[in-house]
């Protein structure tokens, strides 16, 4: 029996649907311009922009160390991975050799900032695909990381604390005494968190074999960080080409293998934060037991005025590949800083990955790949 | 026994009173005392409801707002008055219709919905003796007048003029209707045991036997399916796919606000009444106490005294103790499961549970016949 | 593979200059298809990441300069390439070989005004569809008004 739709009998239109800027879960201010056909998806298109502050044009106007708040605001869930990002690639630039002390601590406090951004992804995953609570529990966790920032910087959520050729403020005086309590009281939450929503049968179906992405395309995107990880290559900058003091501590850098549907679902992907977040503890761990002494403002710089030069520096942020493009004309204030973002690639895969799904399934894509608009829009 | 309805008029036909005025007063002071049941249990309902929630996610929930005495601040009952306060902002709220919807059909489409569940109010007793009306076909006119609430979401998705209400109004469309089947198919059980179709004759039965749910393992599966089937019915989720948050902001709710909203939510917590009701009522012995069933004849394990629990009074606190048990799970479930999508929804009403709901009724029927 | 030999692959190819110092390869854009298609189909260098496309002005708004930058995951060499460009001049788009170009290529034309010619959907991506000029030139100004609303220059009051 042919059950093909005979379209000279039927007329079937197609929706067109806007998940708005304003959405629950959008993610930010984001909007999707969503072609569907019943529930089914057959084109989505991305429409970003919204959140755009003329980051790149400001930079052209500000002198190198009053740059460092300005990249704190790009990912604002992680902003200690822009200014470090930002950091690494003035310092290229000016060929700064920092204390022993700097990188440590440097280490510690990007660790820190992974946990708690994978936290967020974690959440607000959960959250899209219907269950609340582990959102609830997340944010709880992370404030206390959060507390842990205060205490050193005296900000919650945008430190403008990795500056270039140091960081702004030593350690505060129980710093690693409380990270200690941190990390072994985080320890039992993960195992809290894989009970509730990891093993969780509901979870699973929504979620695996949902938004496959293979690996050719994932590539072919630019998509780095956890969402390319999941697909099942493994390619983390830590390990790869590794910046600052990576090279010295032990980790493993986890990829998806399809364990419960497909290599590269919408599970891998929130698999692989689940486990980086257990592999940043022990980054944090191995980084604290040698921490050396030191003063955190010896290599700082007075005035920061690079000689003539571009450079291209790759960074490892929480999301993805953070690229910092810096042209100096030897004055103190850059000629054209550009920053290529992860979340921009990242995004960019939806319109391929996400078609032929359903609309639930359109909002489990999208908050698997993880994407802060700020960094996106700039 | 007699019915609410039937004793107000007889005891007001002593009175020289117009018969016309005596039936509108027979209809009216019913039709209160449902409204205010109602309206009572939304109250205490949502209450609870936010307090489990926050307990749940390592929260405490609200706890400012005070009433008659009772102050906020520190003790976990602070925030007994947070309902209160919310009926009265939703009452003096703006009323907003949007541009181009329907006017008409927004405006009907919340009483739609209030009078499926008020009408159900109608033939559901309370205790031995406390019944609004006496239906001879108990059973039956509950789960029918269940089905009128779907006509109610589907008007107001539609009517709303907004593509995502509409979604959510066909996804309810859908779903409700799937689910009354296994509802249905899980009720019949008890009538083909009982033989009776009418609630009194179900208790009694299950007073001279055994609660149902325990008759034997297939009553017990289907009593899972019936519990899970309700869950469905009433939009909770794992199955509140029709007013998913994250998805469709508030589904088919989207463009209501103010008192319209309200009788929204009072629809929705007076069907988890419901439906909690006759699941204690058909399953697990309704306005019974427990304790008749620990009493074994031969082993004299509770006191004489506690088996005089019984009666009017005790019946109605045994009814709403088994129904709160019941609303508590379906709390518990929504704070801690993700939601299902809509094709694994269906998925799993007409492949799973229709199925095994059919073979129950035939195995339960065979296991009647041998025991 | 060091950059030396990478050129060595590509120098058949005619307007191809590499410049040791700052190690960067200078790509004319007639040759620019040419080399990226030996990027992504020789083994040997396989650049299957294209990192990033910045769009440069050269100082007076006539000409620009687009760097791109390559990795490759199988042998983790990364190069750097440029193609110099007056205002007029069209870069052929790399959307086809690399999808990150497509985005990319958008970003630049809505900051730099360079156009791409091949690519999928060249239109702004960050600014709205309506808006004129390309902020990120040097000789950019701000309008007087957008939408009748006025864009105001004088900020000492607030300032």
């Known amino acids: 029996m042919d059950t093909t739709l005979d379209k000279s009998i039927v007329n079937i239109d197609e929706m067109v649907l806007n998940m708005g800027p304003q959405h629950p879960s959008t993610h930010g201010v984001l909007r999707l311009k969503i072609h569907t056909d019943g529930e089914v998806v057959s084109k989505i298109e991305p429409i970003i922009g919204y959140l755009h502050r003329c980051f790149e044009k400001h930079c052209e106007n500000l002198s190198y160390e009053q740059i460092v708040p300005f990249t704190d605001r790009c990912d604002y869930l992680a902003s200690m991975h822009m200014d470090h990002a930002y950091s690494i690639a003035v310092e290229k630039l000016l060929d700064i050799e920092l204390p022993e002390r700097v990188e440590y601590i440097r280490v510690i406090i990007a660790e820190l900032q992974r946990i708690a951004s994978h936290l967020v992804a974690i959440g607000t995953f959960g959250l899209d695909v219907g269950a609340i609570t582990p959102f609830t529990w997340t944010i709880r966790d992370r404030e206390r990381v959060l507390d842990l920032f205060e205490a050193l910087c005296g900000a919650r959520l945008l430190y403008n604390y990795i500056w270039p050729g140091g960081v702004s403020h030593d350690l505060s005086p129980k710093f690693i005494q409380r990270t200690q309590e941190f990390l072994d009281y985080f320890e039992t939450q993960i195992f809290e968190y894989n009970e509730l929503l990891t093993g969780n049968k509901i979870f699973i179906e929504r979620t695996a074999d949902v938004g496959v992405m293979p690996a050719e395309v994932a590539v072919n995107f630019g998509v780095t960080g956890p969402s390319l990880r999941g697909s099942g290559v493994a390619y983390d900058l830590r390990k ?92 103190n204030v850059p000629l054209r800083l550009k920053m290529r973002s992860p979340a921009f690639c990242n995004l960019s895969v939806l319109g391929e990955i996400g078609e032929g799904w359903m609309i639930s399934d359109v909002i489990t894509i999208l908050g698997s790949l993880d994407i802060v608009l700020g960094e996106i829009d700039r | ?161 907004n593509k995502w209400s509409l979604y959510g109004a066909m996804r309810a469309a859908a779903q409700m209707i799937s689910y009354e089947i296994p509802i249905a198919l899980s009720l019949i059980l008890v009538v083909l045991v009982s033989g009776h179709l009418d609630i009194h004759g179900i208790v009694q039965w299950q007073a001279d036997n055994r609660w149902f749910i325990l008759h034997s393992p297939f009553a017990f599966l289907g009593f899972v399916i019936y519990f899970i089937s309700v869950v469905a019915e009433t939009n909770r989720t794992p199955f509140d796919i029709p007013e998913a948050e994250s998805e469709l902001v508030a589904g088919w709710m989207t463009e209501y606000s103010g008192f319209r909203w309200a009788l929204f939510f009072l629809s929705e917590y007076a069907n988890m009444l419901i439906v909690a009701f006759v699941a204690s009522i058909v399953f697990l012995g309704g306005w019974l106490s427990p304790f008749q069933l620990i009493d074994l004849p031969f082993i004299d394990i509770l006191p004489e005294s506690w088996l005089v629990l019984d009666g009017t009074i005790f019946g109605i606190f045994w009814l709403f103790m088994k129904a709160v048990i019941l609303i508590f799970c379906m709390m518990w479930f929504r704070w801690t499961f993700p939601r299902l999508r809509v094709d694994q929804l269906m998925y799993v009403c007409w492949k799973i549970f229709i199925p095994f709901a059919l073979a129950n009724v035939i195995l339960v029927s065979i296991w009647e016949l041998i025991f | 593979m060091d950059l030396n030999k990478i050129f060595d692959s590509i120098s058949f190819i005619d307007g191809v200059k590499l410049n040791s110092e700052a190690n960067i390869i200078f790509v004319t854009s007639a040759s620019l298809l040419a080399v990226a298609d030996k990027f992504k189909n020789d083994v040997n260098i396989d650049f299957d990441f294209l990192m990033c496309i910045t769009a440069l002005d050269n100082g007076d708004s006539k000409n620009f300069t687009i760097a791109y930058n390559f990795h490759s995951n199988k042998h983790n060499h990364s190069v750097e390439i440029r193609v110099v460009v007056t205002d007029d001049e069209e870069v052929p788009s790399l959307a086809n070989i690399w999808k990150t170009a497509d985005w990319h290529e958008r970003e630049a034309y809505d900051m730099m005004g360079i156009k791409f010619y091949g690519h999928p959907d060249l239109k702004r991506i960050l600014l709205p569809e309506d808006w004129e000029g390309f902020p990120l030139r040097k000789d950019y100004k701000v309008a007087d008004y957008y939408h009748g609303v006025p864009i105001p220059k004088d900020k000492s009051y607030w300032e």
């Open chain 1, 240 to 331: 790869t080409q590794p910046y600052s003091i990576y090279d010295k501590f032990e980790f493993n850098v986890p990829v998806g293998e399809g364990t419960m549907g497909t290599v590269g679902d919408s599970w891998d992907r929130y698999w692989v934060r689940m486990v980086e977040m257990e592999e940043s503890i022990k980054i944090i761990r191995q980084a604290m037991a040698s921490l050396p002494d030191g003063d955190v403002h010896a290599a700082m710089p007075k005035k920061i005025r690079p000689a003539k030069g571009d450079v291209y520096s790759r960074y490892e942020s929480a999301r993805g590949d953070v690229g910092i493009y810096i042209q100096s004309n030897g004055k």
């Open chain 2, 1 to 161: 026994m007699t019915s609410i309805v039937k004793s107000i008029i007889n005891s007001f036909q002593a009175f020289p009173i117009d018969p016309f005025l005596l039936a509108v007063l027979a209809i009216l002071i019913p039709g209160i005392i449902i409204f205010l049941i109602m309206a009572v249990n939304a109250l205490i309902a949502v209450y609870f409801e936010r307090k489990v929630s926050a307990f749940m996610q390592d929260r405490l929930g609200p706890m400012e707002v005070g009433i008659f005495g009772f102050k906020g601040g520190k003790k976990f009952w602070g925030g007994i008055g947070q309902t209160f306060a919310d009926a009265i902002k939703l009452l003096a709220k703006e009323d907003i219709i949007p541009k181009d919807a329907d006017k008409f059909l927004m405006v009907l489409a919340p009483f739609i919905i209030f009078t499926g569940a008020f009408l159900t109010f109608v033939g559901l007793p309370i205790s031995d003796s406390l019944v609004i009306s006496n239906f001879n076909i108990g059973i039956f006119y509950i789960i029918a007048m269940s089905s009128v609430g779907v006509i109610g979401i589907i008007l107001a998705g539609w009517s709303s003029n």
